[in-house]
């Protein structure tokens, strides 16, 4: 049997981009030691041209002032008695065959280009070079005039073979320099991009061990504080936050599965019921239609309010506005009065603007306000405030009433979903308080539950300081200073 085709293994990202950092860094190390070796060749013959013009010019300058006989003895003299500089040998001859050298330049007078360019004599300052042996020799001719008139040329050679041992020192000590950067960029560039790339490579195993069903799988805390620490903590916490989502629907799919056993199961009861009733008896099909109406409209509510728990979870389920939180109260006040006759009382309202959704605020506000009227009978208090908390500087927005309240150790049976005090009680769907708790963390908030000071229960949607304008923060920090 013909096995497939094993495939190459590709080079590693890390091993790739240092091989491309060490390609780059020779054309850099290499452009950068040849403009160093070009600016020191170029410096030295600089020097040496300089330094040639001026022994020329200090022999023309003695000859010009000399009171020797002839220009013969003084040539003779200024030879045997000047110190050239290291490196510099000077020539003269004159028209009439004459040639005097300074000291050591018996080996430049046998090399036939030297012999050459004293042949002739130029008419202005000339600078050539010449190979003598395996030394470049630079030289600098310049006639000799007397009286208006040419008698012969001087001319100063320097050797540079101290100039090109100097380069070749720069140059190899470039090199050596350039090869242990080189080897130090790429090593260090290297190893850092496997450490980067390896928290990738973690990153894309545990999104793999994911994907195939283990969603418990973690990276954990990297031991660092930078980008790469803060992406394997993103990474986590994006994890937890699918894991959260995916547990809220599987509970709500469980929640929902559960609450809707009910009412279909009395539908079926009742339409069983209904096909084996005397047809003939219009009370009895009136009443039937009406628990089978009651039970379809109980339903509807309770997709209902899933479908708005489900939207909750999404990023644009707000719609924020400008809401000028004293009018805000004052219509909810209102408001409440049309859902039964009670004492509504409207305590310390804070004078600001709040940026919130301000349809969904109201829609949750008045479910804990129709809350309260079902706990109150007629003429019971109801009390509405929104005051801003000096410790955190949140707004608290909280709907008292004088009922009965809820235990202490049932509060945080009512914060869940289809939570009721009382389970015999199927009245509602029980997610009235699941909803305000969803609209107050979509603006950053939480519900909170409590005793009101009129008797009963009090709640209290919860919102950060952030959901009010800088000028009402400001506000709110000038009193609290005062």
Do not use: C
Not at 51 to 68: G, W
Not at 247 to 259: E, G, K, P, Y
Not at 464 to 470: G, I, L, N, Q, Y
């Amino acid at each position: 049997m013909n096995s497939a085709p094993r495939r190459a293994r590709r080079v590693g990202t890390a091993l790739r981009l240092s091989a491309f950092l060490g390609a780059l860094l020779v054309v850099v190390m290499a452009a950068s030691t040849w403009a160093t070796w070009h600016s020191l060749s170029t410096r030295s013959h600089t020097q040496a041209t300089e330094s040639l013009t001026a022994s020329i010019a200090d022999y023309s300058a003695a000859a010009a002032s000399t009171t020797a006989t002839s220009i013969d003895s003084f040539t003779v003299s200024y030879l045997s008695t000047t110190v050239l500089p290291a490196g510099q040998q000077l020539i003269v001859t004159f028209t009439g065959g004459h040639r005097y050298a300074s000291s050591g330049a018996t080996s430049l007078l046998k090399n036939p280009e030297i012999k050459a360019l004293l042949n002739g004599v130029p008419a202005g300052s000339t600078m050539a070079t010449v190979k003598s042996g395996v030394v470049n020799v630079l030289t600098l001719r310049s006639p000799i005039v007397e009286g208006g008139r040419t008698i012969g040329q001087v001319m100063a050679t320097y050797d540079m073979s101290s100039a090109a041992a100097d380069q070749r020192s720069m140059l190899q000590l470039a090199i050596i320099g350039a090869a242990i950067a080189f080897l130090a960029a790429v090593l260090g560039a290297y190893l850092l991009l496997r450490r980067l790339l390896g928290t990738v490579g973690r990153i894309t195993t545990t999104a793999r061990t994911i994907e195939e069903g283990d969603l418990d799988r973690r990276l954990g805390d990297q031991g660092t504080d930078d980008e790469v620490g803060e992406l394997a903590a993103t990474f986590d916490s994006m994890l937890d936050r699918i894991d959260d989502v995916l547990a809220m629907q599987r509970r709500l799919l469980a929640d929902v599965s559960h609450q809707l056993k009910t009412p279909l199961t009395v539908i079926r009861g009742h339409l069983e019921v209904l096909s084996r009733t005397d047809l003939s008896d219009p009370e009895e099909i009136a009443d039937t239609l009406a628990l089978l109406l009651g039970e379809v409209e109980h339903m509807r509510q309770l997709t209902e309010q899933l479908l708005f728990l489900g939207r909750s979870l999404e990023r644009d389920f707000l719609r924020v506005e400008p809401v000028a939180l004293r009018a805000f109260v004052a219509e909810l006040a209102t408001a409440t009065s049309v859902l039964g006759t009670r004492q509504v009382l409207v305590g310390e309202v804070e004078d600001v603007v709040v940026e919130v959704d301000e349809a969904k605020l109201r829609g949750a506000l008045l479910n804990l306000l129709d809350n309260a009227v079902k706990a109150t009978n007629d003429g019971d208090h109801i009390e509405l405030d929104a005051r801003v908390r000096p410790a955190t500087g949140e707004l608290a927005i909280t709907v008292g009433d004088s009922g009965p309240g809820i235990p202490l150790e049932q509060r945080e049976l009512v914060l869940t979903r289809f939570g009721r005090p009382d389970s015999s009680v199927r009245e509602g769907t029980g997610l009235g308080l699941s909803i305000v708790g969803a609209v107050a963390e979509a603006h950053g908030g939480r519900i909170e539950i409590g005793v009101s000071h009129l008797g009963g229960l009090a709640a209290t949607v919860v919102l950060p300081s952030s959901v009010m304008f800088d000028g009402a923060t400001s506000l709110h920090e000038e009193e609290h200073s005062r």
